[in-house]
T-cell receptor, first 117, second 114 residues
């Protein structure tokens, strides 16, 4: 079974600064995927970024980057140049299992990010 | 906008009743997954449907059941509602991206059981 741990219930960051949201994971499967989602107060889960366990480089998507440290089993999300609209819950999630896709997501407990002007 | 829609947006039921939630997947996606998110927690996987067949199930009792239709839309049915079923129910559709599958979520249905 896999597990995601997010140890920061809440984080504050000043507008235009960078922030790192922590995520550690546990799985015995060598093949897995790591995801970050953003959930505003409206409730919709918005996909931000994906990292595969065999990817050699850290994933980046615009202002989002994933700091993937495989040996430490960590997949921290870095948001650069924070904006007020970044205030939301952020969830780290993973899938694991061999073969092709259609695997269930296991989520962490989330981190609430508040961007201050 | 992900193209994934859910209905209704909000629902109030009483204990013991039955409820059906609906989800339309993004065009081109053939897999739908359902998740339950209790207040203050991360989503929990209920089950997944691939080409109209159940493809995996989380730790939920049989009174949680589902369907996927030929157009890949889906329903989640919950019988004999309990107070603890009050939650946000999220549906996600997916397609293959390389060797991984990114799931795109709908806006959710907020269910309150009284």
């Amino acid at each position: 079974a896999q597990k995601i741990t997010q140890t920061q219930p809440g984080m504050f960051v000043q507008e235009k600064e960078a922030v790192t949201l922590d995520c550690t994971y546990d799985t015995s499967d060598p093949s897995y995927g790591l995801f970050w989602y953003k959930q505003p107060s409206s409730g919709e889960m918005i996909f931000l970024i994906y990292q595969g366990s065999y990817d050699q480089q850290n994933a980046t998507e615009g202002r989002y980057s994933l700091n993937f440290q495989k040996a430490r089993k960590s997949a921290n999300l870095v948001i650069s140049a924070s904006q007020l609209g970044d205030s939301a819950m952020y969830f780290c999630a993973m899938t694991s299992g061999r073969g092709t896709g259609r695997r269930a997501l296991t989520f962490g407990s989330g981190t609430r990010l508040q961007v201050q002007p | 906008e992900t193209g994934v829609t859910q209905s209704p947006t909000h629902l109030i039921k009483t204990r013991g009743q039955q409820v059906t939630l609906r989800c339309s997947s993004q065009s081109g996606h053939n897999t739908v997954s359902w998740y339950q998110q209790a207040l203050g927690q991360g989503p929990q996987f209920i089950f997944q449907y691939y080409r109209e067949e159940e493809n995996g199930r989380g730790n939920f009792p049989p009174r949680f059941s589902g369907l996927q239709f030929p157009n890949y839309s889906s329903e989640l049915n919950v019988n004999a509602l309990e107070l603890d079923d009050s939650a946000l129910y999220l549906c996600a559709s997916s397609s293959m991206t390389g060797s991984e599958e990114t799931q795109y979520f709908g806006p959710g249905t907020r269910l309150l059981v009284l």
